[in-house]
């Protein structure tokens, strides 16, 4: 089982980023996306069912982020609208077989991608 994370990088606040994550090795019944500030505690951030029947966000990117996964390649996608400063973080992809999305243990884990967003 392998996520391979990208798309993080430096923007301005307001702007708008994609992160991709491609998954490999198995199917997976939910994946979500989790980041970590400097200094402070992972969080989680939003997570999908593998079909998309089921989404979740935390509060402080809802309406802004969008999770989504292409079933051609199995590329799992955040996109981030309207980034402030405060969503400056190391951003992680992961897997589950089934659906539990504030679920502390998340087996499969993607490399981090930085996003810096300044003011």
Do not use: H
């Not at 609208?81 to 499969?108: G, H, I, M, Q």
């Amino acid at each position: 089982v392998q996520l391979q994370a990208s798309g993080g990088g430096l923007v301005q606040a307001g702007d708008s980023l994609r992160l991709s994550c491609v998954a490999s090795g198995r199917p997976f019944g939910a994946y979500a996306w989790f980041r970590q500030a400097p200094g402070k505690e992972r969080e989680f951030v939003a997570a999908s069912t593998w079909r998309g029947e089921k989404k979740e966000y935390a509060d402080s990117v809802k309406g802004r982020f969008r999770i989504s996964r292409d079933n051609r390649d199995n590329t799992m996608y955040l996109q981030m609208n309207s980034l402030k400063p405060e969503d400056t973080a190391v951003y992680y992809c992961s897997a589950r077989a089934d659906w539990a999305p504030r679920s502390n243990f998340w087996p499969y884990w993607g490399q981090g991608t930085l996003v810096t967003v300044s003011s």
